[in-house]
């Protein structure tokens, strides 16, 4: 499959992803966001240590490959009872894997076939890959002042034009344009 034919694959993941949280969400009345209390986290950090213990349980040989985030504060962080991060790790053996972290702390899990070399723009991930605290830090400044949180944030699920075939963090505001980071948590620019 060629570059482009991937990354048009991999944005219309994105949207099926966004239209999905927003068909889930639909109807109900607006969730009222708790802030989180101190001591805990809420970062992709935080999530990724309790997600990859249950990856490496499914398949000791996956790599993670994209990480996506819904519902993220300015912060970087999840609010108390709303959001998720979730990580998609490839394994030869078990091919791909999706584990998700809710704000509590819980977990689900989901597996499907994706043929090699898997999903992922680089692959794998950088482990040293930027916290979100980090990343949404980087847009302190360039995100519009409206912007209360995110709505849906992925890195390494597509290739931007700004950074082409790079792992890219996309953030997704709810106020404003999209903002791209680089995999070190440094700003690239808006979408």
Known sequence: MSVRTRAAVHRLEILVLGLLVVAATAGCPPTVVTPRPPGTDGSARWA???AQPVIA??????????????????????????????FVAWSPTRSTI????????????????????????????????????????????????GASSATLVVLNMASYSQAPGKAVWGIAFNAGANQLIRVNGTYIGPE
């Open 48 to 50: 990724f240590a309790i």
């Open 57 to 86: 349980g499914i398949a000791g040989d996956a790599q993670l490959r994209t990480i996506i985030g819904a519902t993220v504060r300015v912060d970087g962080r999840l609010p108390a009872n709303t959001g998720n991060w979730s």
């Open 98 to 145: 999706q584990v998700t972290v809710s704000a509590n702390g819980s977990t689900s899990t989901s597996q499907r076939t994706d043929a090699a070399p898997g999903p992922g723009i680089e692959v794998p991930l950088a482990a040293n890959w930027a916290d979100s605290i980090q990343v949404f830090a980087a847009t302190n400044g360039h995100r519009d002042p």
